[in-house]
């Protein structure tokens, strides 16, 4: 199959990408090569494994180099949960609006199309509470348990990030409906080798690398229990490899969530983090702060994506964190002030408490 893949230089896409081409594929990327992510874009582009046209996701120019594809996977997106809460309409516009283009370029040609939504939609997710039942879109209280977040589940974003996904799967779902199958997927925190460095807007383990790079204690904001689901980049890869292809085999439209299937705390991430490097000599400190979006708890119930016969997780978050740090230590990346610096444009703008 020929694949289109927007956002394709990024993180994520530059992984699927290797997987299409190992698999026989071949892909061609639409991507802005944002500055925000990339701290050198020709190297990036350079890793993609096809022709990378380089523009914004609603430049018509752009669409039109792409040529005749024969799948689509939709990534490009802005991704920052505390950026978005102050610059809302450049999220939106990407983010919502992006989607919607991508979704009729995909109708246009009658291609399968995959895109990327987030576990942001869920929110604070699914608790169980002893007098309440299921409760969705709260923080769990005394006595409630936090439970893996399920497709069907009521959407609760709590950012304006989580906002323009929840709105890109409904625009996506309009648009396509009995007319080209579609794939949403929501993935928990992927992590692995080539994440951004150096983008303080995403990715707490990138600012934990640094830390731990100059010996500077790891900061967690908060008691550090809060619980997160770390889903290794090349498990997220094969998700969307193969929901491509079970899409354009069954001709089904599908959601499906993917994470690692097991739910860590963000002490135990720093803990892995600091195995990882070798570097015990690093304190965790605590930093009495929260902000605007950051919820409480997450993690992918997967029994859906096993029921449609989809590749399960195969990296825990602890070698999935080894990975990343070792694989990272060595890159180029920003020292650790650059997140002390978003951390205050969070505070300046009122985004903490
Ligand atoms: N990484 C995660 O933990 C995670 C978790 C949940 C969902 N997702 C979703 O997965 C997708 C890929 O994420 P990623 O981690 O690879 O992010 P990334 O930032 O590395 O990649 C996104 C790519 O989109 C491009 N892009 C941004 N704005 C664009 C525009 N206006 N026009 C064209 N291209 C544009 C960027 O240059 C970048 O290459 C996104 O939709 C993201 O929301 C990621």
């Known amino acids: 199959m020929h694949i289109a893949i927007t956002g394709g230089a990024g993180f994520i896409g530059r992984h699927v990408a290797a997987q299409l081409v190992d698999a026989g594929h071949t892909v061609i990327a639409l991507d802005s090569l944002?500055?925000?992510?990339?701290?050198?874009?020709?190297?990036?582009?350079?890793?993609?494994?096809?022709?990378?046209?380089?523009?914004?996701?609603?430049?018509?120019?752009?669409?039109?180099?792409?040529?005749e594809a024969e799948g689509l996977i939709h990534l490009a997106a802005e991704t920052g949960t505390?950026?978005?809460?102050?610059?809302?309409?450049?999220?939106?516009?990407?983010?919502?609006?992006?989607?919607?283009?991508?979704?009729?370029?995909?109708?246009?040609?009658?291609?399968?199309?995959?895109?990327?939504?987030?576990?942001?939609?869920?929110?604070?997710?699914?608790?169980?509470?002893?007098d309440r039942g299921i409760v969705f879109g709260e923080r769990r209280g005394p006595g409630a348990v936090a439970e893996a977040s399920r497709e069907s589940d009521e959407h609760h974003p709590v950012s304006v990030y989580g906002e323009t996904k929840s709105e890109a799967e409904a625009v996506l779902s309009k648009t396509t409906a009995n007319r080209v199958p579609s794939a949403i997927i929501r993935p928990q925190n992927?992590?692995?080798?080539?994440?951004?460095?150096?983008?303080?807007?995403?990715?707490?383990?990138?600012?934990?690398?640094a830390r731990l790079r100059e010996g500077r204690a790891i900061s967690i904001y908060g008691d550090g229990l809060q619980t997160r689901d770390f889903v290794h980049v090349s498990d997220v890869a094969r998700v969307i490899a193969w929901a491509l292809q079970h899409c354009a085999d069954t001709g089904e439209d599908i959601v499906v969530n993917t994470g690692s299937g097991e739910r860590i705390t963000l002490l135990d991430l720093a803990h892995f983090a600091i195995d990882a490097s070798g570097r015990t000599d690093v304190a965790i400190e605590h930093v009495d702060v929260e902000r605007a979006g950051d919820i409480q708890d997450a993690a992918a119930d997967l029994t859906?994506?096993?029921?449609?016969?989809?590749?399960?997780?195969?990296?825990?978050?602890?070698?999935?964190?080894?990975?990343?740090?070792?694989?990272?230590?060595?890159?180029?990346?920003?020292?650790?002030?650059?997140?002390?610096?978003?951390?205050?444009?969070?505070?300046?703008?009122?985004?903490?408490?």
């Open 34 to 67: 944002l500055d925000q992510v990339h701290a050198d874009p020709m190297a990036d582009a350079d890793a993609f494994p096809g022709r990378v046209v380089k523009g914004d996701i609603l430049d018509e120019s752009a669409w039109a180099e792409l040529g």
């Open 82 to 130: 505390g950026q978005s809460m102050y610059e809302q309409d450049r999220y939106r516009r990407v983010n919502v609006d992006g989607t919607r283009r991508a979704a009729q370029f995909a109708v246009e040609h009658d291609i399968p199309i995959v895109s990327l939504s987030s576990r942001a939609v869920y929110g604070e997710g699914r608790t169980l509470w002893p």
């Open 190 to 209: 992927v992590i692995g080798y080539g994440q951004a460095l150096h983008n303080p807007y995403t990715g707490v383990l990138a600012a934990f690398l």
């Open 304 to 353: 859906r994506l096993r029921e449609l016969g989809g590749p399960m997780p195969a990296v825990s978050p602890r070698d999935a964190v080894a990975d990343f740090i070792q694989s990272s230590w060595q890159q180029p990346g920003a020292d650790s002030t650059v997140w002390d610096d978003a951390l205050d444009e969070l505070q300046d703008k009122g985004l903490t408490s």
